[in-house]
DNA sequence: TTAATTAAACCAACTAGTCTGTTTATTTTT
DNA sequence: AAAAATAAACAGACTAGTTGGTTTAATTAA
């Protein structure tokens, strides 16, 4: 056997996306990525084969923590199960809190690499529409569970709702960097959550 | 006289702003643009002095048909003046009609530029910002007469919800390309016009 | 008659990726 | 326990092609 690989390979992970968020992807370079971590050609090739492989690593690896940032959220408010209409405003509010008090503004990869598609490929595409359809799916899920179409007294279309949760993160994240607001996107999510507190009133 | 140099600088600049939508700025090449548009280089770097002069000429460029996006909306709900909780409905309405029946998704240079910040000089991202902060700014006014927090229920906080136009706009647009989904911007800009009108009954 | 454009050669820096060889920790053999 | 073998992990020089950008001389069109 040989020595541990993983610290250099988390260390590449670690900064090129970092890099990513500042650069692009096109406009990473893997000599960029060396000259941050430290690491030599060598060893980034040992661990990956071409840079679109990185890029494929990546986007798994941020599509995973993503899915845990959701299940999180579930998991924050599965004693309200009973209750799905609460349950429902305090998910939103989970990631109230989770975008409050950030030093910096946030970013995405599913936007870095939607902002320059023609450089992955297919599987990379699907990965992150898949990731955001979980989304979808969950908070139709909880829309549904709170029979938020019975109580409005104007008709909503389920799925669109669902999908104002990524769009107001994905939205909030470009406006939080381009105007350097780091509390921007707790802000918005607020604004969806009083959306669907007032739909609920009867 | 000499010759009309209008239309090659204009194919250049229409030309590359649809490569960016697709490749990112590092990711679009001069040599791509030159391909594209089947103008010289010699021609190219007679109209623009360097690559980054060109972002520039196109950041600017779009930052003026989205100035005229805002007044085209102003002046569409012009008649309304005296009726400002009608007018800032309708204003959103204007934009819900402008992105229904899109035939694909649509892209903003904004984020385009903002998802490779490092690339692009202060200046830049400056007319971003600003260009933003115009839209907040219009729409405080619009929410303001419209006397927003006087008819709500709940406290609003106006510049953050004046904020939420341009992220639903952002958000969507992103959201919309990573899926094809290219009516998704018309759904959620929607349900922006929702939430402002629940707020507005008293 | 002058600004706009072509065509092609040219450059230095940078690009992703390759290659050969070395280091390192563990396993096997003695 | 010491020596030898193994293979993963890493080093870094090198290559072939691309990058943005320059130059220059001839040509085109209003």
Redesign the pocket.
């Known amino acids: ?9 988390d260390k590449i992970l670690t900064e090129s996306r970092a890099l990513i968020y500042e650069n692009g992807f ?8 060396l000259e941050k971590t ?17 890029a494929k690593s990546l986007i798994e690896e941020y599509a995973r923590e993503d899915k845990s940032h959701l299940e999180h959220g579930l998991e924050e408010t599965k004693s309200m199960e009973d209750r799905p209409v609460e349950r429902l405003i305090d998910f939103v509010q989970v990631f109230i809190d989770g975008m409050s008090t950030l030093e910096e503004p946030p970013s995405c990869l599913y936007a870095s690499y939607t902002n320059e598609t023609s450089q992955f490929d297919q599987e990379t595409k699907d990965l992150i529409a898949n990731s955001i359809l979980e989304w979808r799916k969950t908070f139709i899920d909880l829309l549904k569970q709170a029979k938020i179409n019975e109580k409005s007294k104007i008709e909503i279309d389920i799925p669109s709702l669902a999908d104002q949760f990524v769009v107001i993160f994905e939205g909030a994240f470009i406006v939080s960097k381009a105007l350097n607001e780091p509390d921007l996107t707790a802000k918005q999510l607020t604004h969806l959550r009083n959306y669907i507190q007032l739909l609920l009133k009867k």
């Open positions: 056997m040989a020595r541990d690989g993983k610290p250099t390979r096109a406009g990473t370079s893997v000599d960029k990525i430290g690491i030599t050609k060598g060893a980034f090739f040992y661990h990956f084969k071409t840079k679109n492989h990185l």
